[in-house]
């Protein structure tokens, strides 16, 4: 129902924009966030976003480089990377919140590779 899309191969610096779709016809939810697996690591959170407010949280290691977005009307979520470094390496998740009322990240896309080369 998440197809995550916008990963590939960027030099140390540069920048890229991460895509969300939703693929249901009907969608109602709390937030949409995006996560992110280095390789040996825990899946840790990057970015959120409130579907209806808009209010936005970021990790600390993202806050100042990273920005996320929806268009509500296109059901999509993104996630503009800019600065990137070596260690922002992984594999991006889009999320869902299986809730309307509350964070509740129980919908996963299939996660698109960010490779970062220094």
């Known amino acids: 129902q998440l197809q995550a899309s916008g990963g590939g191969l960027v030099q140390a610096g540069g920048s890229l924009r991460l895509s969300c779709a939703v693929s249901?016809?009907?969608?109602?939810?709390?937030?949409m966030g995006w996560f992110r697996q280095a390789p040996g690591k825990e899946r840790e959170f990057v970015a959120d976003?409130?579907?209806?407010?808009?209010?936005?949280s970021y990790s600390d290691s993202v806050k100042g480089r990273f920005t996320i977005s929806r268009d509500v009307a296109a059901k999509q979520v993104y996630l503009q990377m800019n600065s990137l470094k070596a260690e922002d390496t992984a594999v991006y998740y889009c999320?869902?919140?299986?809730?309307?009322?509350?964070?509740?990240?129980?919908?996963w896309g299939q996660g698109t590779l960010v490779t970062v080369s220094s």
């Open positions: 999320a869902a919140s299986g809730s309307t009322l509350y964070k509740d990240y129980s919908y």
């Open positions: 249901r016809r009907t969608f109602s939810t709390y937030a």
């Open positions: 976003i409130t579907w209806r407010g808009g209010s936005t």
